[in-house]
Nanobody, 122 residues
C-alpha cells in the first residue's frame, strides 16, 4: 500500500493548513486512516484517525477542537484540517492506514507514508 501525503508548509501561529493523503495499491480496499506527527527531538505521537466510511473519528487531546479529520471512503483519501496552529504543532506529519478496525483503539497502524513537514512560526 502506498500513501501519498501533501499539503505541508509554513504558516504563522494562529493560522490554518490542510493536509491530504491517498492510499493506493494493496489487495484490501477499505482502509482506516489517520495521522501521526514527530517533532524534532520528540517521540512520534498520534494526532487523529478516521474509520473507513467516516463513522468513527479519534483525536489526540492536544488537537481536539482545532484539527478535523475527514475522508472519502471511495477514494481511500483522508484530509486533516488544522486550525489555530501553534508553534508546538511544528512537526513532520505522517499519514497512516490499516485495514484492521482494532487500530482505531490501538493506534498501531501498519502502513506509513512519507512525512510532510508543517512549520508554525511564532
Amino acid at each position: 500500500v502506498q500513501l501519498q501525503a501533501s499539503g505541508g508548509g509554513l504558516v504563522q501561529a494562529g493560522g490554518s493548513l490542510g493536509l491530504s493523503c491517498s492510499a493506493s495499491g494493496g489487495t484490501f480496499k477499505r482502509y482506516h486512516m489517520g495521522w501521526f506527527r514527530q517533532a524534532p527531538g520528540k517521540e512520534r505521537e498520534f494526532v487523529a484517525a478516521i474509520s473507513w466510511g467516516g463513522r468513527v473519528t479519534k483525536y489526540a487531546n492536544s488537537v481536539k477542537g482545532r484539527f478535523t479529520i475527514s475522508g472519502d471512503a471511495a477514494k481511500n483519501t483522508v484530509w486533516l484540517q488544522m486550525n489555530s496552529l501553534q508553534p508546538e504543532d511544528t512537526a513532520n506529519y505522517y499519514c497512516v492506514a490499516d485495514e484492521r478496525t482494532s487500530v482505531l483503539q490501538s493506534k498501531s497502524f501498519f502502513y506509513w507514508g512519507q512525512g510532510t513537514l508543517v512549520t508554525v512560526s511564532s
